[in-house]
């Protein structure tokens, strides 16, 4: 049946990456399970690359349409704009349940833990050490992605190729000094409310920091195959955004766990 395509929506073609994508999660899910009962990791292999190639196909497609087939239109983009709000608030309602854990249990801690916070022989992070040096990667790439969107919007490519690379770098440098602090520390998840807690928190944000390098790593890929122009953008503009979202959620966890909860 031949598509009617005079009109301003984009009906999204037949695709297989929905279902591939089911599959791959399914898969990396008993992938995990296996790897805990039996230390045995090529399900969870398999799940992984499942997804990745999943994503970077799905990715190829959405990049497809909306570079060379002109399938994005105005009121498409202003769709794909309130999804992508929408989803940063479903974020941020995310970290609010570990924030709220967290509250819940520093604030009145259980006699179970010593009835003090941190509980009793648990050494915490020191706050103006390695936390205080994310900290400042993190707000000086949220400037850098700035710079980027501002050189995007003055048709700067020299400009905005320098500053999305030096975005990229910045958030690598975190994902590294996280790992670090993890391999150095003193607790482990296993170590009451606190460690639960600490390690949900600061480890979903260390993967949407990964997810967000991966994103914006896209975009310069886009960027220097010339997907983008000043007035269509709408990739770059999401991932700018996921990126501030990402950076607003460690001045919380810095504030509050790193250096209150101390």
Not at 61 to 70: A, I, K, L, M
Not at 181 to 201: K, L, R, V, W
Not at 215 to 224: A, K
């Amino acid at each position: 049946m031949k598509m009617n395509y005079n009109h301003p929506y984009h009906l999204v073609d037949f695709s297989p990456w929905p279902l591939m994508s089911t599959m791959g999660i399914m898969t990396l899910v008993t992938g995990m399970i296996k790897w805990f009962h039996n230390s045995n990791i090529n399900l969870l292999f398999l799940g992984y690359l499942i997804i990745i190639l999943t994503m970077y196909q799905w990715w190829r497609d959405v990049c497809r349409e909306s570079t060379f087939q002109g399938k994005h239109t105005i009121s498409v983009m202003k769709g794909l704009r309130w999804g992508m709000i929408l989803f940063i608030i479903s974020e941020m309602f995310f970290f609010l349940s570990f924030f709220w854990a967290f509250f819940h249990s520093s604030l009145s801690p259980n006699i179970e833990i010593g009835s003090m916070w941190p509980p009793y022989s648990i050494m915490p992070f020191n706050p103006f050490q390695i936390p205080l040096l994310n900290t400042i990667i993190l707000i000086s790439s949220g400037i850098s992605v700035t710079w980027t969107h501002h050189a995007l919007m003055e048709n700067n490519t020299t400009q905005m190729t320098q500053s999305l690379f030096i975005t990229i770098i910045l958030g690598i440098y975190f994902t590294i000094l996280q790992t670090y602090e993890y391999f150095e520390a003193p607790f482990s998840i296993a170590d009451s409310i606190y460690g639960s807690t600490f390690f949900m928190a600061t480890g979903f944000h260390g993967i949407h920091v990964i997810i967000g390098t991966l994103f914006l790593f896209f975009c310069l890929m886009r960027h220097l195959n010339n997907h983008f122009s000043k007035n269509h953008h709408f990739g770059f503009e999401a991932a700018a955004w996921y990126w501030h979202f990402v950076d607003i959620v460690w001045l919380f966890l810095y504030i509050f766990i790193y250096w209150w909860g101390n």
